[in-house]
C-alpha cells in the first residue's frame, strides 16, 4: 500500500524546512512523554513522502483537588453525541509506590480524583494505564503486579484496582479503556526491581527461549518475532476483556524500540535460513512488520472472541515514517479488516510546525483512513499548552488546541484524546484548557 502524503514540490520544500529544522534543533515529538522522560523511541523529525508497504508481506488473519474554572454548562453535559473527548491517564498518576499510605482506600481517592476532575473538565472517557511494563494493575494470570500499586513489582496490594476503575468511571456516566504497553518490560530503571516470576527473568537464560526478551539500550522488551510471545500479550488482552468490564482496550505507540539489526537478529536468521530455500526472505522491516501485524490481528481476533463490542485500538506516533520504521503498519490498520476498531495519532504539533503543521498532519490521517469500520481520533498535546516546547510556538496563543478540534471537526474525524491528565490542571494550561473545554462543549 503507498500511502501518498506530498507531492514532489512539497517533498522538497518538507526537507528544506526540515534541514532548518535541525540547524536550529528544533525538537518535534509525537509520542507521549510521560513526566519522567522514561524513553524516546526514535528521532521524530523524519517526514517522507511517501510510504510503502511491500507487497510480499505476509497475510495475516482476521490529579489535585481544584480545576480549572469552566462554565456550568460544561460540568453538566460530559457526553455529547458520539464524540469521542478522552484523557490520557498515564501510570505516574496512578503511581502509589511513593506514597506512605498505600492503602485501597487511598488509591480509591486518588482514583476518585481523577474521575470527577475529568468529568468536569468535560471528558467522557478515561484511558488508564493497566499495564505499563509487562505487569499489571489488576489480577493476572500472565504478568506480575504492577510496583505501581503495590510498592514493588510482584507485591500484591490486596485489592483490585482495575476493579474498582472500571466501577467509578462507569459510575460517573464515563467511559473506561485500558491502555497497555505491549512490548515493554523496563525502561530506564523503571521499575527499579524486577519480580522473580517476571518472565524476563524466566526466560532470558531459558536456551529453549532464544531471543523471546530482549535488552536494547536502556530496555528490556518482548520480541514479537516469536509466535508464543504473541500469543501471551494476546492472551493478556483477552484476559482484560474476559475479566473485566472496559469500553476498549488500547496499546500505545512503542513496538520495535530500535531499527538495529542486533534486537533480533537470533529471529531473522532463522526465519531468512528457511525462506531463502523457497525465495527471496523478506528485509528486516518487512518482516518486522509483518510480525506487529500477526500480533495485532491475533490481539483482535482474541478481544472480540470473549467480547465482540469492547473497542481495540491503537495511538500510533504523528509521524507516519516513524511509525513504519518501529514496525507499526498503520497503513494497513486503516485500511483493511481484523486490526483495530479506532486509530488515534498522537499529533502533538500546533499549526506553526515548520515540518509538519498540524493542519497537514491531521489530513493526511483522516486520508489514511479508508476503513469505514476504523474511527479516527485525534490525540492532542495538551502538556505543551502554554510551554516553551517547539521553539516556544506554543506561547503565542491560548487556542491551539480548541482550533485543533474544531479543523478535527472539519475533518470528520470521530474525538479527541488528551494527553494527559496531570495536565488538565495546571497555571501553565490552565488558560488553554478552558478554551477548549468551551469549543468542546
Known sequence: ??????????????????AVAI???MAINFGHQPKNALSNVASQTNITASNKISSNAPVVSAAASSLPTVASAVAANTVSGDEMRAVWVPFMSLDMSNESDKS???????????????????????????????????????FPWSHIVGGTQG????????????????????????WVNPLRIQIAGTPSILAEGNLYNTWRHDTTKPGWVVDSGNGKYFN??????????????????QNYDVDGIQFDDYFYPTQDAAFDKIAYDSYSAAAVKNGTPLSLIEWRRGNVNALVSLVYSEIKSVKPKISFGIAPQGNVQNDLNMGADVGSWCSAQGYVDYICPQLYVNFDNPVLPFDTAAQSWRKLVTNTNVKLYLGLAVYKSGS???SGTWKKSSNILAKQVELGRKTSCDGFMFYSWDYLNTDQTKEEVQNVMKILN
Open 1 to 18: 500500500m503507498v500511502i501518498k502524503l506530498f507531492s514532489r514540490h512539497s517533498i522538497l520544500a518538507c526537507a528544506l524546512l526540515l
Open 23 to 25: 540547524a536550529i534543533t
Open 104 to 142: 485501597e482506600k487511598s488509591f480509591q481517592k486518588k482514583f476518585d480524583t481523577i474521575v470527577s476532575g475529568a468529568k468536569k473538565c468535560g471528558m467522557n472517557t478515561l484511558i488508564v494505564h493497566v499495564r505499563p511494563f509487562g505487569d499489571a494493575l489488576y489480577k493476572s494470570a500472565y
Open 155 to 178: 507485591v500484591n496490594p490486596g485489592y483490585d484496582p482495575l476493579a474498582y476503575m472500571v466501577t467509578a468511571t462507569h459510575k460517573a456516566g464515563m467511559k473506561i479503556h485500558a
Open 224 to 241: 514479537p518475532a516469536n509466535t508464543q510471545v504473541r500469543k501471551l500479550i494476546a492472551d493478556g488482552a483477552k484476559e482484560i476483556a
Open 388 to 390: 516553551d516546547a517547539d
